[in-house]
């Protein structure tokens, strides 16, 4: 099989598809994923997809090789040079440090961190069989950072983070750079974070869906399996008692449609329907509605809504143009849901690009208008402007 063939044309769809600067393709060009999953056949290998690469006994993912575009993406975010010291939270296969490598050569250092043994030593393996044995590879709780080889230029975390971790600030030299998927109200950014006097600002955020990261920095977030079958999947931005949303899912829904909502909009069976609520309503969720969720399942799709205990409402964030209420009081659930696609939509259908998010000392006052206050941070956010 010509392997160089397919990771080309894979690295020219993303190129085509999110416009990656020539710095990440020519990374990508030249770096061999196959190799970091064996196992998988190279076809495979070489499709923007993730691929999971260990699940935990409830059947959550907990390593993959994550999925191309957002590797990319979050590569241009962090805007590596030749001779930068980058640090990764997060191993994995191995193959995000190999990029990493590639985009800080010549002279650069990469250290990538993994919390389980055998991911940080098949890593490993990888990265001697790919031709870099200098990466290092440490087993450790990320949280930690590596103050080993401190300071760092560059630091990407490829896990969910709930918060920064002290060290992690501590480590990374004056001018530097850290792009970390911070979860704000349960919702996932990848942000670039950049120091500005006592605190840090993004330069640029991003959408994406990281596995969360485990350790002393693990989060609040909660993945629930609902249903195994039907696989069921809820995710929510903290504990809360839901009763059983298994038999509220399995019922029969009342549907409401979004009927001028489309307005503008790709038609439903094209399946991504509209530009942007994907994402958008989403994040219009985080930041306004304390009962949101999101639920990935093989009948729902990946869905985001709101849940109370027994019932749920549901927008399917490709497909259908409809919001879906299930269980008793679903039908109430399913139109406050259609009121927030509506606020949304009349705010100019706002983006999480456009977000601006400072990330603060932890009990710091600072201004609005949404305050995620963490255990180490206090997180600002600030929504686009209209326009
Ligand atoms: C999505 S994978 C990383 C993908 C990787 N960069 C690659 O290119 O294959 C996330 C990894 O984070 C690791 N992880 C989870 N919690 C961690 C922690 N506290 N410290 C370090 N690694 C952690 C998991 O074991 C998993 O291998």
């Known amino acids: ?48 997809e993730p691929i999971v690469t260990r699940r ?24 590596v040079r030749p001779g930068h010291r980058v640090l990764e939270i997060g191993a994995g296969t191995g193959y995000n440090a ?47 950072g590596h103050p080993e080889r401190a300071p760092y230029d560059r630091l990407i975390a490829t896990v969910g983070a709930w918060d920064l971790a002290p060290a992690w600030m501590e480590q990374l030299a004056p001018g530097g750079r850290m792009v970390v998927p911070l979860d704000v109200n349960g919702l ?7 120091r500005d006097g006592d605190h840090w600002t993004s330069r640029s955020v991003l959408p994406c869906g990281f596995m969360r990261m485990r350790g002393s920095l693990a989060g609040t977030e909660v993945t629930e399996v609902v249903s195994r079958d039907p696989q069921v999947a809820l995710s929510l931005p903290g504990p809360r008692e839901l009763g059983d949303l298994a038999a509220a899912l399995g019922s029969a829904p009342v549907e409401l449609p979004l009927g001028d ?24 969720l985080a930041l306004h509605e304390p009962r949101w969720c999101t639920v990935l ?46 606020a949304w939509t009349d705010a100019g259908r706002p983006q999480p690009t456009g977000l601006r998010i400072d990330v603060h000392p932890a009990g710091a006052d600072v ?17 686009p402007s209209r326009g």
């Not at 996932?188 to 950049?194: F, G, K, R, T």
Request: proline fraction near 7%; aromatic fraction near 2%; charge should be negative.
């Open 98 to 144: 190999a990029l990493l490598a590639r985009l800080a050569a010549p002279g650069g250092l990469v250290v990538c961190l993994d919390i389980d043994a055998d991911v940080a030593d098949e890593a490993r393996a990888h990265l001697d069989e790919a031709g870099l044995p200098q990466v290092e590879v440490v087993c450790r709780d990320g949280a930690e």
């Open 188 to 194: 996932q950014l990848s942000v670039a974070l950049d």
């Open 367 to 383: 201004p609005g208008p949404l305050v995620v206050r963490k255990r180490h941070t206090t997180v600002s956010v600030a929504l």
């Open 297 to 342: 399942g093989e009948e729902h799709g990946f869905c985001a809504g709101i849940a109370e205990p027994s019932a749920v409402a549901l927008l399917p964030l490709w497909g259908d143009a409809v919001v879906r209420g299930h269980g008793p009081g679903g039908e109430r659930l399913a139109r406050e849901l259609l009121a927030h696609v509506r």
């Open 1 to 48: 099989m010509d392997v160089t063939g397919l990771r080309e044309s894979m690295v020219a769809k993303l190129t085509e598809q999110q416009g990656v600067s020539e710095r990440v393709a020519a990374a990508m060009r030249a770096v061999p994923r196959h190799l970091f999953v064996p196992g998988v056949p190279p076809d495979e290998a070489y499709r923007d």
């Open 56 to 79: 935990d006994d409830a059947g959550r993912p907990t390593s993959s090789s994550s999925q191309p575009a957002i590797m990319a993406a979050m590569l241009d975010q962090l805007d």
């Open 261 to 284: 909502l489309l307005d503008g909009r790709k038609a439903p069976q094209d399946g991504a329907w509209d530009a942007g609520h994907h994402t958008g309503v989403p994040m219009w």
